[in-house]
């Protein structure tokens, strides 16, 4: 049987969203039961998303 592959994708670009830090708890469980974990941060694209952490340094 194959090792299950989960992408995993907070709905926020700030660092301190309670989004984020859900998928970031979620990795090393998931790791640990044998699936292949990708955690995509939005902050590494340079998209035109709202981001909470560049309107609060502005």
């Given at each position: 049987?194959?090792?299950p592959s989960?992408?995993?994708m907070a709905g926020s670009a700030r660092r301190e969203s309670l989004a984020r830090r859900l998928a970031l708890a979620c990795?090393?469980?998931l790791q640990h039961a044998?699936?292949?974990v990708n955690l995509v941060?939005?902050?590494d694209y340079p998209?035109?998303?709202y981001h909470g952490d560049l309107e609060a340094e502005s």
């Amino acid at each position: 049987m194959t090792s299950p592959s989960i992408l995993l994708m907070a709905g926020s670009a700030r660092r301190e969203s309670l989004a984020r830090r859900l998928a970031l708890a979620c990795v090393s469980p998931l790791q640990h039961a044998g699936a292949e974990v990708n955690l995509v941060e939005l902050a590494d694209y340079p998209a035109p998303l709202y981001h909470g952490d560049l309107e609060a340094e502005s």
